[in-house]
């Protein structure tokens, strides 16, 4: 194990006077107690990295950097104002300031000039942080965990580099790779896969199915296969409760290893958790986590760019694309066995350019599994484009304002509220739909604030409207934050036609829930379903067309309400592909799959697009169902 530290320093000059060497996840960090060598070191790093094809940084030994309260001086005056610098922290277990800044480009400088600078009058090696436009708490508190347990993280990441390089600790044995489905085979929900190598155990996703019931919520943890303490790694693919509502609890179960992801997702999956408590302690149960286990996630999430190869186990190397479906979600690729085998999972995915995203990749270096969505997979599940759907949209907003009504939208709180924000301010902006309050319930809002934090991982035509027209869509001040009880009752009891965004998306709870019970019975005011409505939700069962429900209001009693606002489903802002996108997608991808598992769909979806695609396209599929076990080779 130890064998790839002592050949990266069997390489570094003799003058090079290195301290200390030590992994952060499949990283290599050096420091070195020469300011000489610090400052440049030639191609020394550069020719090591060729040599081991792994990524080495060179850092200086604590002993040298310049004190924290005069770097922070020098690095203010380094700096330009324009940059607006908000806090320069530091993390001196790692040698590191980090910069927050509102213009991380300019802070970078031309040719990253200023961080030259910055190093060479303060001996730090400067990370710079975007400060996010819209301020979020949440933001604030997880670069404070984070900031708080460096001397954790330090040591946690050294922990994880050592696994990874540990070479063959179960013994080397047949070759072979297997995936447990856990979760999501022929249904929407509980997305969890386990893949396991001889050598490796890597679970994929952890979600809930929010829309099911108590005992069939949560992924088969009894999967006889799955044991928690033997698990190397997990991997989440994007930040909807389905895919990663239950990593909190994997940490209460007594998981101790990393979570990789993309920062935005390692955010809104943080958030997602918090809110999800806070709905369970409101409706009196009891939440299967707390606030701490959040946090033990927080403190051992391993955040990586999209592209970005790393090492995840001995035998295993991971890389993210850009999935499409919502901010920072990703395509998971791995690479296994050194070459033995290379699989893919998509989570969920968008082959189409949204209003705020890219479309998914499909170019891969190696692809021989395909394991792909299929929420709307089925044979009559072609909604109409997304130019007919905004269309449809604006014009139903512009027929219930002129009757003096509100427009109720229950929207999932990542992705689609953002999409259709995008949308109503560009409309109102353009004329193309009378000037009203969109109002953004307390969620919402919080994860559009990430939004801001992060807008490289936006579409290009977004980007440069941020980038280059100054002009960022979300600090419009049409949008409203609606934070409390007292301020949603205003909302309601406004004469005003409006525009109200809230969650959840399928009216199982939170604030959606509460407006309609507000609005259901008067019909001048209209409700929109955006997204999937699964199963035995409440959004279904208005789809359905249910007109009378009940609801309970407390001390056993229920009263029952005559729904009479117009009802609306929009289906074409989904996030998801398609049944066309689907084929379309899996007949541009390069290269072509072997073989294609097809998951996360109603049963009766997932085996007619797997033998539909069967025909088209003479590969093998499968649609495995919730205990499968497969073997891929
Ligand atoms: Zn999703």
Redesign the pocket.
Known sequence: MADIIAEVMAHLPKDAEITSCSFEGANIIVYTKSREFFLDSGTAIKDIVNLIKKRVELRPDPSITTDMEDAEKKIREIVPAEASVSNVLFDPQRSQAIIETEKPGVAIGKTGEVLREIKKETFWVPLIRRTPSIRSKLIENIRMVLYENNDFRKKFLDKVGKRVYSGWTRGRKEEWVRISVMGAGRQVGRSCFLVQTPESRVLLDCGLDVAGQENDMFPYFDTPEFKIGEIDAVVVS?A?L??CGMIPLLFKYGYDGPIYCTEPTRDVMALLALDYINIGWKEVKKPLYTSSDVKEMVKRCICLNYEEVTDITPDIRMTFYNAG??LG?SLVHLHIGNGLHNFMYT??LNYETSNLLAAANTSFPRLETLMIESTYGGKDDNPPPRRESERELLEIINKTAERGGKVLMPV?GV?RSQEIMIILERAMREGLIKKMPMYIQGLVWDVTAIHTAYPDFFNSKVRKSIFHEGQNPFMSDLFKQVAGQKEMQQVIESGEPCVILATSGMMTGGASVEYFKALAENPKHSLILTCYQGEGSFGRRILNGEKEMSFGVGEGRSEVLKMKMELYNISGFS??SSRNQLINYIYRIEPKPKRILIIHGESSKCLDLASSLHKMQKVETTAPRNLDAIRLR
């Open positions: 994007h909807h389905d895919h479906h919502t979600s989570g969920d999932l992705g996030g998801h």
